[in-house]
């Protein structure tokens, strides 16, 4: 055992007062630069309120840069079944025709990823995912923000949060030395609601009959992988292959043979825009949580060994591959599921599967309801009806207690199955923007979030280009 364990009996130690630097005041902080983080910042630009964005790393993008999450799933409804023909495309199965349910700064950064030939446009050719190159997103990531004058600061970790009479101070950990910053609201986009939980929100983990979260996956870039060889093998045998997994047969031969150790049965990569390159998502650990050091800790290690062994089972068995090695891991394990904040209204996987519709509705999304197990083999994978989509409502963004945090992205309020839909990227921009707009809105009134009419909200988000029923 090579990691740290915790200790078999919790003490805590008082720590010394210490002093912070005050860096300045705004009027909407965002902490976290996903895409949540990302559609906030712009949302609450664009609703004229001045606005700071935080991130730990030193770059943008979340998880489609830091744990390489790779293509931006569908944001489109289904209209039309496709045509059942290729399945050498890198596709993900049985797309149809669908219109797109997420607009506003969404389509903002993708123009900008597609005209730098950073990303491509999502069509039906592309399932209307869109694969796109993570090194790029993250310079297109810093010129959104720099077009929409929100400043940035990198390299710092909130840890800590200070009511106020009228605002809120956050604290930051940084190689300066502890700094706060003062704002009037903060919209909580660090995936894992670090803040709302900080300011005393409630919140859910995982599923309801253990509490164990869907499972962290390293994702990797494998180059010099022959796409032509792969596609001829995947022609040669259809049933190996569908859309964007498979393998199973590869994959149980390696497993009986031990070279394979993994708690899941195919193999599943993406397309990237680059030739010759996939984004691999097998590797697989269950039953670990993302809030603590001690999980995320042993899943990196387990994580990297899982790597290693899909990369040499990729070489060894799998047509395409015996010339590819891996470019590049994710700089962290990617972290599916942490804290659900429990918001004014929590949205459920039927609301989602019924495709429910609200009046404060604002943001849509038409992502299938997509778990994997936490604790083995298998996902669940369930679609909305055909050409239908459902709102989150502002409630789903307003955590109960705390009056000056808005949450947005993967931890806002829902159920464990709901949260498998709207945590996939193009939807947490879209609540990212709608809880931006909410931000600005209440500090440029100065009310609080709560008190804002959501008919204003939806308003300037229509306004933004938001793409609202
Ligand atoms: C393995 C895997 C595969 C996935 N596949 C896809 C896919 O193919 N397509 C898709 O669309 N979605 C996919 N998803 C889901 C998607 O990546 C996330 O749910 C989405 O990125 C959530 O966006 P977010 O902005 O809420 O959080 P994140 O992307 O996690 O961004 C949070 C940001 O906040 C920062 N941060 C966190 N805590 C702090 C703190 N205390 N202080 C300062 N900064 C902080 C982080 O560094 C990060 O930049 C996948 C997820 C995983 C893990």
Redesign the pocket.
């Known amino acids: 055992m090579s990691h740290l364990m915790p200790p078999r009996v919790p003490t805590t130690v008082e720590l010394p007062p210490r002093r912070a630097l005050h860096a300045g005041s705004t009027q909407v902080l965002v ?7 990302l559609g906030a910042a712009v949302g609450a630009a664009n609703a004229g309120a001045e606005v700071v964005l ?4 030193g770059f ?5 840069t ?2 390489l ?5 569908s944001f489109h409804n289904e209209v039309k079944q496709a045509v059942p023909g290729d399945t050498t495309r890198l596709l993900p199965p049985d797309h149809g025709e669908g219109e797109p349910v997420v607009g506003g700064v969404l389509w903002v950064l993708l123009e900008q990823l597609v005209r730098t030939g950073a990303a491509i446009r999502p069509s039906l050719e592309t399932g209307y ?1 869109v694969p796109f190159d993570p090194e790029l997103f993250k310079l297109a990531a810093y010129e959104l923000l720099e077009n929409h004058e929100v400043r940035m600061l990198l390299h ?4 800590g949060l200070v009511g106020l009479p009228d605002r809120v101070r956050a604290v ?1 950990e940084t190689k300066s030395g502890p700094l706060v910053l003062d704002a009037d609201v903060i919209v909580d ?4 609601g ?2 709302a939980a900080a300011a005393g929100a409630g919140y859910e983990t995982g599923r309801p009959e253990d509490g164990w979260t869907q499972p ?2 390293l ?1 990797f870039r494998m180059v010099r992988f022959d796409h032509e060889e792969f596609a001829a093998y995947t022609r040669a045998r259809p049933d190996q292959w569908k859309g964007v997994h498979g393998l199973w047969d590869l994959v149980r031969a390696a497993t009986d043979a031990g070279e394979l150790d993994l708690p899941r049965e195919d193999m599943l990569f ?1 397309a990237t825009p680059n030739a010759g390159e996939v984004a691999v ?1 097998s590797t697989r650990v269950t039953e670990v949580l993302g809030t603590s050091v001690w999980d995320l800790t042993r899943a990196e290690l387990a994580a990297h060994r899982q790597m290693a062994q899909i990369a040499r089972f990729l070489r060894d068995r799998v047509p395409g591959f015996a010339d590819s090695y891996v470019a590049q891991s994710g700089v962290q394990i ?3 599921e942490t804290r659900r904040i429990t918001g004014e209204y929590l949205l459920t996987g039927e609301d989602v599967l019924s495709a429910r519709k609200f009046d404060d509705a604002v943001a849509r999304g038409a992502y299938p309801v997509d778990i994997h197990n936490p604790s083995g083999r298998g996902t669940r994978l369930e679609r909305l009806p055909r050409g239908e989509s459902y709102d989150i409502p502002l409630r789903c963004l307003l955590p109960r207690g705390p009056e000056r945090v808005l949450v ?4 806002i309020s829902g159920d464990h199955v709901a949260h498998s839909s709207y ?4 939807i ?1 921009m879209a609540t ?1 923007q709608a809880a931006g707009v909410c931000a600005a809105l209440a500090a440029t009134g100065e009310r609080r979030p709560r008190d804002v009419p959501v008919s204003a909200v939806q308003r300037e988000l229509r306004a933004q280009g938001a793409s609202l029923p």
């Open positions: 902490v976290g630069g996903g895409p949540a983080g935080v991130e730990r790393y943008l993008g979340g998880n489609a830091a744990a999450v790779m293509p931006l799933m995912t710092a970790f909130a840890s930051f986009c660090t995936g894992d670090d803040i962290m996956t994702m993406f998502n990617g972290v599916r947005a992205g993967r931890c945590r996939v990227m193009p947490s990212g």
